[in-house]
């Protein structure tokens, strides 16, 4: 049984550009939920997906957007990335309801240069 | 508003008990978690309490609560080598689905 898969694995980009990290939720798994981890930091919530809409937000700009598709996969958008940006991005797939049922994917390495 | 924090470096011997603490400040918080992180991976659940109880054990890992005082601790028994890591603890309501994390103890451990 797959858990959550993240692609790609690492990225480098320059400033200002956009980029597009990909999820695809553990079998079974509804909602989606995207963290920025910065180095040596704990990971931050961005938001989270649920039957195709934004559900919650975090603290977090609109240049950071979202979308969840029917088959539950989603994607996290940034736009005019900064240097501040670099990160590692973590998605997060959970049953709708369960909390306490939530599954990482290993990330996206996203260094902005 | 939502705060979790926890020290950040503890180093113990092989085959003793380890016990990182976490503190936090949401009373509304329904569970509360600990993750493990090793280098380059993402988080792996450990375990996780419900605020109604005192203690959780599994395995080598006991969960305490107080809730009184908002304090969260996870003792490792026998600690391994391959217990190395960063540990997170974090917060989450039943209501938002989402998680509030502290900045992550990492334990040291050596043989």
């Known amino acids: 049984d797959a858990g959550v898969t993240q692609s790609p694995t690492h990225l480098i980009k320059t400033r200002g550009q956009q980029v597009t990290l990909r999820c695809s939720p553990k079998s079974g798994h509804d909602t989606v939920s995207w963290y920025q981890q910065a180095l040596g930091q704990g990971p931050q919530f961005i938001f989270q997906y649920y039957e195709e809409e934004e559900r919650q937000r975090g603290n977090f700009p609109d240049r950071f957007s979202g979308h969840q598709f029917p088959n539950y996969s989603s994607e996290l958008n940034v736009n005019a990335l900064l240097l501040g940006d670099s990160a590692l991005y973590l998605c997060?797939?959970?049953?709708?309801?369960?909390?306490?049922?939530?599954?990482f994917g290993s990330g996206t390495r996203l260094t902005v240069v | 508003g939502e705060d979790v924090e926890q020290s950040l470096f503890l180093s113990v011997r092989e085959g003793d008990s380890s016990v990182i603490n976490c503190t936090y400040t949401?009373?509304?918080?329904?569970?509360l978690y600990w993750y493990k992180q090793e280098p380059g991976a993402g988080l792996q659940l450990l375990t996780y309490?419900?605020?109604?109880?005192d203690m959780k054990q599994d395995q080598r890992l006991t969960v305490l609560l107080n809730k009184k005082d908002k304090h969260l601790s996870l003792r490792i028994a026998d600690t391994q080598t391959g217990d190395s890591a960063i540990y997170f603890c974090a917060e989450g309501n039943t209501g938002f689905q989402k998680l509030v994390f502290g900045t992550g103890t990492r334990l040291l451990v050596s043989p």
């Open positions: 309490i419900f605020s109604n109880m």
């Open positions: 949401d009373s509304s918080s329904t569970y």
């Open positions: 997060a797939s959970s049953p709708r309801g369960q909390v306490y049922g939530y599954t």
